[in-house]
C-alpha cells in the first residue's frame, strides 16, 4: 500500500495545475495521484495519503483531463441523444434536459436518424464512438431493429415499443383525448388532421386516440392521405398550402397538426387565405414550442414536457451506468425501476380555437 512521506510546498511554475504539480506537492508518485482522483485509491493507497492527495488538489485547483482518464480507465466518454429530426426544436429541449443530467460526466452528442442514409448508417456511425449509453427518441421501427444489444439505452416517448429497454414515455394518447374533447365542447363536428413524418409510434397513437375521442363524441377526424409531412415548417406549410383548400374543408371547422410545426404552417396558410382564426376555422397543435405562446392567435396545443423528458430519461441511463459500475451482486438499479415511466401532458388552451361556427 502506498504511503508517501509529504513534501514541502510546491507551487506551478506553469498555467494549467497537472497531475505531476499535485503529486509533488503531496510528496507521492503520479500514479497515486491517478489513483486517487479516479477514486481507486482504496486497498492501494493509505487513507491519510490519498487524503493529503485530496488536499493538494484542492488547494492547487487541479482539474483531471477527462480525455487522458477515460483512456487511462477504458471509461465510454459519451451518450448520445438520437431524435428523428433537426427541424423539430422539440428534441432541442429533449437534449438540453439530457444534458443537465449527464453533462457532468459525459460528453452529450445530438445525433439525427432520418437524414443521409437513414437510420443504418447513423447507428454504425454512433456505435463506432464506443458510447457509454444513448437516448434514443420516437424511433421507428427499422430503428429499434438496430439498436445493439449490449449498448445501455433508454427510449424516449416510444409508446409500444420492445420491452427489454427502459423506456419514459408521454401520455399522448391522454393528452389527445383532452383536445378531443375541448373541440367538442366548442361545437366542432369535422375537424381535419396534418399528420407527421416519418411514422412512428407517438404521431400514429396521437391520431387514432383524437380519432377515436371525437368519434365517440359524434365527431369526424378526416385524415387525408396527402396531408402529411415531415417536422419541418417548409415542408408542412408547402402541404398544407396544397391540399388544404375546396371540397376537402367543406364542412370543416377545425385543423389539428401532429405537431405545433404542423399547425404553425396552417395558420400561415389560413391567414394568407383571408380565413379567420378562430372565427371561420379552429386550429391546434402538439409540443407548445415556445414560438406557440407568440404568434397571433396563439396556438392552442397539447403541451409535452420536453426539457422534463429528456430529464427522466438521462436519469434512468445514469442509474443504469451506475449500477453496471458495481460488483454484480451488488446490483439494484434494474430491480427497483419500472421498465416504463409515463409523464402527464395537459392541453394549454389559448386563442387559435374557439366556437364551431354555424
Known amino acids: 500500500m502506498a504511503s508517501d512521506a509529504p513534501a514541502a510546498e510546491v507551487r506551478p511554475s506553469h498555467g494549467r495545475v497537472r497531475a505531476v504539480d499535485v503529486a509533488a506537492a503531496a510528496g507521492v508518485s503520479i500514479s497515486t495521484v491517478s489513483l486517487v482522483v479516479n477514486d481507486k485509491w482504496e486497498g492501494r493507497v493509505a487513507p491519510d495519503t490519498a487524503a493529503r492527495v485530496r488536499s493538494e488538489v484542492l488547494r492547487l485547483g487541479y482539474v483531471v483531463d477527462e480525455s487522458a482518464r477515460r483512456l487511462a480507465t477504458g471509461d ?209 397543435g402538439f409540443d407548445d414550442q415556445p414560438l406557440s405562446a407568440y404568434v397571433t392567435p396563439s396556438l392552442t396545443t397539447v403541451a409535452l414536457p420536453a426539457t422534463d423528458l429528456g430529464v427522466a430519461a438521462a436519469t434512468a441511463l445514469a442509474e443504469v451506468l451506475a449500477d453496471r459500475e458495481r460488483p454484480t451482486a451488488a446490483r439494484r438499479a434494474g430491480a427497483r425501476r419500472d421498465p416504463v415511466t409515463v409523464l402527464p401532458v395537459t392541453l394549454t388552451v389559448r386563442d387559435s380555437t374557439g366556437p364551431a361556427r354555424c
Request: negative net charge.
Open 76 to 284: 465510454a466518454g459519451a451518450i448520445a441523444v438520437v431524435s428523428p429530426a433537426f427541424t423539430n426544436p422539440f428534441y432541442a429541449q429533449v437534449a438540453l434536459g439530457a444534458a443537465a443530467v449527464l453533462g457532468d460526466r459525459y460528453q452529450v452528442v445530438f445525433s439525427v436518424t432520418e437524414v443521409g442514409d437513414g437510420p443504418a448508417a447513423t447507428m454504425r456511425g454512433l456505435w463506432g464512438m464506443r458510447l457509454a449509453g444513448a437516448l434514443v427518441a420516437a424511433p421507428s421501427p427499422d430503428l429499434l431493429s438496430l439498436l445493439p444489444s449490449e449498448l445501455p439505452v433508454v427510449l424516449l416517448d416510444a409508446p409500444g415499443a420492445d420491452p427489454a429497454h427502459l423506456r419514459v414515455d408521454l401520455d399522448v394518447a391522454g393528452g389527445s383525448v383532452q383536445l378531443g374533447r375541448h373541440l367538442l365542447e366548442l361545437g366542432h363536428r369535422r375537424v381535419v388532421y396534418v399528420d407527421a413524418l416519418p411514422d412512428s409510434d407517438t404521431f400514429r397513437i396521437r391520431r387514432e386516440a383524437l380519432a377515436a375521442a371525437l368519434t365517440a363524441g359524434g365527431a369526424e377526424l378526416v385524415c387525408e392521405p396527402r396531408l402529411v409531412s415531415a417536422v419541418d415548417i417548409g415542408a408542412a406549410h408547402a402541404v398544407a398550402s396544397a391540399v388544404l383548400h375546396g371540397p376537402l374543408l367543406d364542412g370543416v371547422t377545425a385543423v389539428v397538426g401532429a405537431t405545433d410545426i404542423h399547425a404553425l404552417a396552417v395558420l400561415r396558410v389560413f391567414a394568407a387565405a383571408g380565413r379567420s382564426v378562430p372565427g371561420d376555422v379552429s386550429v391546434a
